[in-house]
C-alpha cells in the first residue's frame, strides 16, 4: 500500500527592519513550530511505514519456509505410502504363489490359508486407510495455522496502517493550523506595525521643547506631566512612579544615556538626542509612558516625563 507522504510547507519567517525607535514593543509570533518538530515528524513517518513493510517481507518469508517444510514432508509420506502399497502388492504376489502352490500341495489347508491372507489384507489395508487418513488430518490441520497465521498477519498490517494514517491525518493538521496561525500573526502584526506608525506621528507632534510648549500641551488635559532636573551621573531620580539615572552626557553633540528603573526592569536609552521622546510601556495594563530631555549639561539634564491621564482607555494590554 502506498501512503502519500505529508507535505511540509516552509513559510517565510516575517522580517521587520530593525529601527533605531524608542519604542520597546515586542510582537511575539504564537503557534509556531519549528522545522526540526517538522522533520522529526517526517522521519517517524517514514521509520513506520519502514518497519510496517520490513515485517510484512519477514512475515512472507516465514511463511514460505512453513509451506516448504509442508511440501517436503507431504512427499515423504507419499513415498513412504509408495512403499507400503508396492510392499502390500508384492506380499499378496507372493501369498498368491503360496495359495496356488499349498492348493497343489494340500488341499486341506486350503481354508486356512485363505483366512491368513484375507486377514493379512485387512491389516495392510487398515494400515493404509490409516496412513492416508493421517496424511490428510496433517495437510488440513497445518493448513488450517497456515491461513490463521495469515489472517493475523493481515489484520496487524491493517492496524498499523491505519495507524499511520491516522498519524498522517493528524500531521496535515497540525500543518494547516500552523499555516493558519502564521498568517493570523501576519495579519496581526501588519495591524501592530500600522498602530505604531500612528502612535509615533502623534507622539512626536506633542513633544515640549521647552515650558512653553509644555504648558500648552497641559492645557489639552490628555496627559500628566513632571518636569525634573537630574543631577550628577551617580543619583537616581524619582519621577512620578518610575526612576531616572543619568549616566552620561555629550553637551557638545546635544546627546545622552538615560537609564529607566520600571516594574523592576532596567531600560538604558544610550546616546540619544535631545527633544527625542523616549517611550516605554508600564505596569500590568501596559501604559505607554514618555520621557523627554530638553537640555544637558557637563553633569545634569532635564526635561519632563509624560503619563497617560485615562488609565482605562490608555491600556494597551491585550
Not at 1 to 21: G, H, R, Y
Not at 184 to 206: C, M
Not at 268 to 283: A, C, T
Request: with cysteine; glycine share 4%; hydrophobic share 35%.
Amino acid at each position: 500500500m502506498n501512503i502519500e507522504e505529508p507535505k511540509i510547507f516552509q513559510t517565510e519567517a516575517l522580517k521587520t527592519d530593525a529601527q533605531e525607535s524608542p519604542k520597546p514593543v515586542i510582537a511575539t509570533e504564537k503557534g509556531f513550530v519549528p522545522e526540526p518538530v517538522k522533520l522529526a515528524l517526517i522521519i517517524v513517518l517514514i521509520l513506520a511505514v519502514s518497519y510496517l513493510c520490513y515485517d510484512k517481507y519477514r512475515t512472507k518469508i516465514e511463511r514460505d519456509a512453513e509451506i516448504n517444510e509442508l511440501t517436503i514432508r507431504i512427499e515423504r509420506l507419499e513415498v513412504s505410502h509408495d512403499v507400503s502399497v508396492a510392499a502390500f502388492n508384492s506380499k499378496v504376489s507372493d501369498l498368491e504363489y503360496n495359495l496356488e502352490a499349498g492348493l497343489e500341495q494340500a488341499a486341506g489347508n486350503a481354508k486356512e490359508t485363505k483366512e491368513t491372507i484375507d486377514r493379512t489384507a485387512a491389516r495392510l489395508q487398515a494400515e493404509g486407510n490409516k496412513t492416508r487418513q493421517e496424511l490428510t488430518q496433517a495437510i488440513s490441520s497445518r493448513a488450517k495455522d497456515l491461513e490463521a497465521s495469515v489472517q493475523a498477519t493481515r489484520a496487524e498490517a491493517d492496524v498499523k496502517i491505519t495507524q499511520v494514517n491516522t498519524e498522517v491525518t493528524g500531521v496535515r493538521e497540525d500543518v494547516v493550523t500552523v499555516r493558519t496561525d502564521l498568517e493570523n500573526t501576519r495579519k496581526d502584526l501588519e495591524g501592530t506595525r500600522r498602530q505604531l506608525v500612528d502612535v509615533r506621528e502623534s507622539l512626536s507632534a506633542a513633544v515640549a521643547k521647552n515650558s512653553t510648549e509644555l504648558a500648552q500641551l497641559r492645557l489639552k488635559g490628555e496627559r500628566d506631566y513632571y518636569e525634573f532636573t537630574l543631577p550628577d551621573k551617580k543619583g537616581i531620580l524619582k519621577v512620578g512612579d518610575i526612576r531616572l539615572q543619568l549616566t552620561k552626557t555629550d553637551v557638545k553633540k546635544g546627546k545622552y544615556t538615560v537609564r529607566i528603573f520600571v516594574d523592576d526592569n532596567r531600560l538604558e536609552k544610550k546616546d540619544r538626542m535631545i527633544n527625542e521622546p523616549q517611550q516605554f510601556l508600564v505596569g500590568q495594563d501596559r501604559l505607554r509612558y514618555e520621557v523627554v530631555i530638553n537640555w544637558v549639561q557637563k553633569d545634569s539634564a532635564g526635561g519632563y516625563l509624560s503619563v497617560p491621564k485615562d488609565k482605562i482607555l490608555s491600556a494597551e494590554r491585550q
